[in-house]
């Protein structure tokens, strides 16, 4: 079995004798109950239970999911069938009947009504119950999702003590350069020289601005109370038609049974301000050919892993523009500060909106093609 990575075979237990099937020796083994493996219901990854032969006993609901069928049409069919190469889980099975291993693992193509074939990482292990399998199924490209996002919490944790600590030390030879400005202006008589001094006067004040707006996240108190989210889409839609009037659409995607739940209303609109502005920004062209859109789409996550933490229900807030996308060259750094795919931009909208969100337990992801790019927003739901 190439390509298959084994564990070393459990010391010699005492195993508890399975259950006799009903009926004659010869009829197929029942679906294991639900009561019995009804908490791979609450796991996000997809479980199957399999007899040594590969028959399907018992399928989570993420399994169902993800094959977009019920697990009463896929019970007792055999789960190799289920993969683009059924050789690899026949190996996989044929050693856990010989006990070879305690746990086996590779990487597989699961096949789906519909869709493509799903990438995933097979984990291959005994139970309990003699001549009973699980097989765990970790979707690659979630496994990729997650890394990705502990990426993000991570560097706008870095961002966040670098904007600190760079501000505070800006901050105080700037109100020197400032002071000394305003003092040498006043000694001065001659007009010329007193246009320098103010130049360094407004330039001083820029700058002051802009480290002022790198640490307000920092400074403003959080404000918690009842929000919805709807709310806070319609006042930024109604913000973003005022300055764009004219050829760009905002359609409405809500899921109106969301609940409301604590949060600051005016960070996460100013949030979501800050992503719709960005997009209307990007889609000048676009919006002069008079065919540009944005789309606010809310949605329930349920079962969601995020933050290094799941939870059982998550607002999804998609704010999704047919732009020309964000460049290759800034993907990975859009939430830097200082980072702007825009010239003229201070590189700040996006960076201030990860750091409201995330003062959420939340997080925004970016998934950017040419003529789609979606921002989607997460916040935990209680």
Known sequence: ?????????????????PPKPPGAGGAKRPVATAGRFQSLDMLATLVAVVDADGHVLYANAALEDAL??????????????????????????????????????YDAWLKRVGHEALPVHVVVAQTESKGEVVVELLPLEQQARQEREERLIDQAQANKELIRNLAHEIKNPLGGIRGAAQLLQ?????????????VII????RLQSLVDRLLAPHRRPHVVGDVNIHEVCERVRSLILAE??????VVRDYDTSIPEFRGDREQLIQAVLNIAHNAAQALA?????????????????????????RYRLALELHV???????????????????VSGRDGGSGLGLTLAQTFVQQHHGLIECESVPGCTDFKILIPLP
């Open 320 to 338: 999704i523009d047919n732009g020309p996308g964000v460049p290759d060259s800034i993907k990975d750094r859009i939430f830097f500060p200082l």
């Open 1 to 17: 079995m190439s390509g298959l990575k084994k564990t070393a075979p459990p010391s010699p237990i005492k195993r508890r004798a």
């Open 285 to 309: 062209e676009r919006i002069a050919a008079g065919d540009a859109q944005i789309i606010f789409k809310t949605r329930v996550g349920r079962q969601v892993t995020f933050g290094k933490q």
């Open 244 to 249: 764009f009037p004219k050829g760009l659409r």
């Open 186 to 198: 006043m000694e001065l008589d001659s007009r010329e020289l007193i246009e320098y001094t103010q």
């Open 202 to 205: 407004h330039e001083a004040d």
């Open 68 to 105: 977009g069928t019920s697990r009463r049409s896929i019970a007792n069919t055999l789960f190799q069938d289920c993969f683009t190469e059924p050789a690899l889980l026949e190996s996989a099975l044929s050693g856990a009947r010989s006990n070879e291993f305690a746990a086996l693992r």
